[in-house]
């Protein structure tokens, strides 16, 4: 085996462990689905409808990433820390 085949191999172990150690947990992603929609609309977030979907939500993991669902529409998706809230899911 070469060296750069054994880098590669050791690279890609290391990505695949600091995603089940960084996967966003389930508090994560209710914390940003709160917060993205109270700096979307300010009146969404004093009326606490962030709160609302955030505590409405469904959470999955695959280990190695995360997403949540209302009504069974994915709302969030997450990995290595990182939560991004869907714009259409939020929308309608």
Not at 19 to 34: D, G
Request: charged fraction near 10%; hydrophobic fraction near 50%; charge should be neutral.
């Amino acid at each position: 085996m070469s060296k750069n085949a054994l880098v590669s191999i050791v690279g890609a172990a290391a990505l695949i462990v600091a995603a089940f150690v960084f996967n966003p947990s389930p508090e994560k992603h209710r914390t940003t689905i709160e917060d993205v929609i109270a700096d979307r609309s300010p009146i969404a977030g004093v009326l606490g409808l962030g709160a609302l979907t955030a505590f409405t939500s469904t959470y999955h993991s695959w280990g190695v990433g995360s997403y949540t669902t209302v009504n069974g529409r994915v709302v969030s998706v997450g990995a290595l820390g990182m939560v991004f809230v869907m714009q259409s899911a939020l929308s309608e």
